[in-house]
Structures are given as structure tokens and as C-alpha cells.
């Protein structure tokens, strides 16, 4: 077997990458994650990393254990296992994904649906977010296993489902959970690999995404002092919850510590309107959008808080709210005399998911930021307001939870989105660096 310390010296296999990568790319198409209209279908990736990790499994001879744990027909995850006989402790690599953001190809200037290289660049949907990732770990593991190496610490890869839409549950690495298959990556840190620009991020936020529902009260627009206009009364009420919203939730004061990007943030993102002519008041309006709070202020208390700012609103029949001009109003007349009210109606859409702050004096932070540094001259920690599924409720239940990604933020999500080769070389020398940090510490 050879010693740890080969580790030092490993390199990306950029052929054997490439090729890999190329295949995963070539199903993104079919893993797009946004139901009702796409439903992936994460096998179709995982077909190409069993066949690469296939001569290297226990069932060939080798040392990788492979396990492909389903709760969804056609929607799989993936388990690898480097285990050493007499090793100390974990190290894992979780978070990692095998579906993708939706791509329009009218709005790329490449096939999102193919692997396409020009020069360091690697283009496709899912390259940076994050079968990039999944392919540079798989090859992580596939050269511990050709050389063999004797480890003093046991590791653990998990590609998981269901990343980027939670509206399908029970699929990924949530029931993974549920089903205490992550237990065991308690013995050390869990780096959740799925952010990017090659830095330790130390921090995300929770997301929370809401829905106000204003019904007003059809009429003639030619008679607005009749009528309640919805599309009105909706925007009003979003301007004045997010100025309570911004009273109460200022920037705190240790996102300088996390080097945040910005503070907490709540804006609408979509605007839902009932049919009908330009000359008819909109009898309702449905306002959706989020809420991306630092993990320094508690979920629950700024759910609670936000839905009070319309419980006040609805019990002082909107008196708060400004009007747009003589005719415009939130109470009007019957014919028959009685008052006619607008409602505001609020609701939170699904579960949020959690910031997190990761723990800056854990061993498993210190040993990225080691290695980050030791290979790319310098280690500059950040953090940002993107949210991460799970994060927050892992380091609750006591996991040391540590980020890290190797794509490019600037082209998450977006069009023309690329990784880098240089980007997933630098990331194989530094996980294998944080893999030796750990095998070293526990051989002491």
C-alpha cells in the first residue's frame, strides 16, 4: 500500500476527467430539476459513475465500496467508501448533485446539453453547479484507489438528488437523513462541496420564500372610486413589509467576521395577476418572492415577525398603507352600503432552508483553509447569501459542517454557465491535501 503522503503529489487525470464529465454533462438535459414540468431522472448519471467506479468496487476487488441507495424509482444517490483497516475517524464529501437548474437553449450561445471545451474553459449545464463537482470527486476516489493508499482516516463521498427543487420530498440526502445513513460522518468534518471560486465559503443564508395574496374588488377603471385595484394594494403591502422587514433585521454585526457579501434581504421575484381587460380594476394579485436572512438571526422569530406586519395591516383596515392617488382605496361602498374590504392573505411556500455560520476553529476549517492556501498561495474565506438544503440543520445536529466548491459563482444558474480544468485541478490538490491533513493528525 502506499503512504499517505503520495496525497502531496496528486494530480488531476485531465483526460479521464473530461471524458467523464463529458458523459454526466450529456445527460443533463434529462436531470433539469423543476417539477411539474422536469422531473430528473438522477440514474441516468449515475449509470456513468458506476461504470467508472466499477473496476475499483469490492465486487471487483477493489477498495471502494458502492452503494446506490433509491427511495424514488430513477432518482437515486450514490455512496462511496474509502475505508482502512485500523483508520481514525471520517472525512466526507457530501452535497455534490446530480440534477440540475433548467437551461434554454435559445438563450445559450453553445449546446447546454453538451460538453463543449475551449481552451481551460469547460461549458455545459450542470459544470460549475455541480456534475463538475461529482465528476472531480469520482476521480478523487477512483486514484486512491488505483495507488492504493493507506489512510488513517476513513472517507465517505455521497451524490445526492434533489438538490435544487425541494418540491418532490424524500428523494435526496433529506431522507438520507431521516433514514440515518449520514450518522456516521459525525466522526469528522462534512464538507458540503457544492459552492464555488475555489475560497472556504463560511456562510450562507436561509431561505425562506413567501406568497402574499391581495384580492381587491372588480370594477370599471373608469370608475376606480368603485373598485378595490388588487395590483395596487399588493405593492403597497409589499413596500411597507419590507420597510418593517428592514427596521427590524438590520445587517448584524458578525457578518463582517463571515465577510458576507450583504445583509439579510427580502424582495418580491414574481407577480401573478387575475385575466382580464386594461380597462377593468385586477380583482386580485399574488406577490411571490423570498427572504435570504445571515444565519445570525433565528428562522422561526423572522417568520413570525413578517407575518405580523399584515396581521396589523388587515386589523387597522390598512390605514398604514398609502393610496395612489383621490381614487384609490382598500374599503369601498356596497350599493347597498355596506363596506367592501380588501384581504391580505400570507403564507409561506415550503420548509426554509437554513443559514449556516460554519465553526472558523474546527479542525475541519482549519485544514481547508491550510490547504486552500497551500495551493493557491492564499485563502480568502467568504460568505454569501445563497442558500444550501440541509447545512443548517446538520451543524444543529452536530456535525461540523465546512463548504467548499471549485466552479465559478459568476455563471451559477445563468446561461453559458463553465468550469475551469485549472479550477477542478486545484480542487483535487486540495481535498487531497485536507485528506493527508486528517491521516497524518490521526496517526499522532
Same mark, same amino acid.
Given at each position: 500500500?502506499?503512504?499517505?503522503d503520495v496525497l ?74 474509502? @475505508?482502512?483497516? %485500523?483508520?481514525?475517524?471520517? &472525512?466526507?464529501?457530501?452535497? *455534490? +448533485?446530480?440534477? !440540475?437548474?433548467? $437551461? ?9 446539453f453538451k460538453l ?68 456516521? @460522518?459525525?466522526? %469528522?468534518?462534512?464538507?458540503? &462541496?457544492?459552492?464555488?471560486? *475555489? +475560497?472556504?465559503? !463560511?456562510?450562507? $443564508? ?133 363596506d367592501i374590504k ?103
Amino acid at each position: 500500500m502506499a503512504s499517505h503522503d503520495v496525497l502531496l503529489d496528486a494530480e488531476l487525470n485531465e483526460e479521464r476527467y473530461v471524458a467523464l464529465l463529458s458523459k454526466l454533462i450529456g445527460e443533463s438535459e434529462h436531470v433539469q430539476n423543476n417539477p411539474p414540468k422536469f422531473v430528473p431522472e438522477e440514474d441516468k448519471v449515475i449509470k456513468h459513475l458506476l461504470e467508472a467506479l466499477r473496476p475499483y468496487s469490492t465486487e471487483n476487488g477493489g477498495p471502494l465500496q458502492v452503494e446506490h441507495v433509491t427511495y424514488v424509482p430513477g432518482r437515486g444517490n450514490l455512496i462511496i467508501k474509502y @475505508l482502512s483497516e %485500523g483508520a481514525k475517524g471520517i &472525512v466526507s464529501f457530501v452535497g *455534490s +448533485h446530480l440534477d !440540475v437548474v433548467p $437551461a434554454n437553449p435559445e438563450t445559450w450561445e453553445r449546446n447546454p446539453f453538451k460538453l463543449i471545451r475551449e481552451g481551460d474553459k469547460l461549458y455545459g449545464r450542470g459544470t460549475t453547479d455541480c456534475l463538475g463537482h461529482v465528476a472531480v470527486l469520482t476521480e478523487l476516489f477512483i486514484q486512491l484507489a488505483e495507488k492504493n493508499v493507506k489512510l488513517n482516516t476513513n472517507l465517505v463521498a455521497i451524490f445526492i438528488a434533489c438538490e435544487e427543487n425541494s418540491t418532490i420530498p424524500d428523494v435526496g440526502v433529506d431522507k438520507l437523513l431521516k433514514d440515518g445513513r449520514l450518522d456516521e @460522518l459525525k466522526g %469528522g468534518p462534512v464538507y458540503w &462541496v457544492d459552492s464555488a471560486d *475555489s +475560497h472556504p465559503c !463560511v456562510g450562507t $443564508a436561509a431561505a425562506i420564500v413567501w406568497k402574499l395574496h391581495a384580492k381587491g374588488h372588480l370594477f370599471h377603471s373608469g370608475l376606480p372610486h368603485k373598485g378595490i385595484n388588487s395590483y395596487e394594494f399588493a405593492n403597497e403591502a409589499i413596500a411597507h413589509v419590507q420597510k418593517r422587514f428592514y427596521e427590524d433585521f438590520p445587517a448584524h454585526e458578525k457578518e463582517d467576521l463571515y465577510q458576507f457579501a450583504t445583509p439579510s434581504t427580502m424582495k418580491p421575484t414574481q407577480v401573478r395577476i387575475a385575466e382580464g381587460s386594461f380597462n377593468q380594476l385586477p380583482p386580485w394579485t399574488e406577490i411571490i418572492g423570498d427572504i435570504r436572512m445571515t444565519p445570525f438571526y433565528d428562522v422561526d422569530t423572522v417568520m413570525d415577525k413578517v407575518k405580523s406586519y399584515v396581521d396589523e395591516l388587515t386589523a387597522t383596515d390598512f390605514a398604514a398603507l398609502p393610496t395612489r392617488g383621490p381614487c384609490s382605496k382598500y374599503v369601498v361602498k356596497s350599493p347597498e352600503g355596506e363596506d367592501i374590504k380588501g384581504v391580505l392573505t400570507w403564507q409561506f411556500e415550503g420548509e426554509p432552508f437554513k443559514g449556516i455560520a460554519c465553526d472558523l476553529e474546527s479542525d475541519g476549517h482549519l485544514m481547508l483553509k491550510n490547504a486552500t492556501k497551500e495551493v493557491l498561495g492564499e485563502a480568502n474565506p467568504f460568505s454569501i447569501c445563497g442558500s444550501l438544503p440541509l447545512v443548517g440543520d446538520l451543524q444543529a445536529a452536530g456535525f461540523d459542517v465546512q463548504v467548499c466548491g471549485y466552479g465559478h459563482s459568476s455563471v451559477y444558474h445563468g446561461d453559458n454557465e463553465y468550469c475551469s480544468v485549472s479550477s477542478m485541478k486545484n480542487a483535487i490538490r486540495i481535498m487531497s491535501r485536507v485528506i493527508h491533513g486528517f491521516s497524518v493528525k490521526n496517526s499522532a
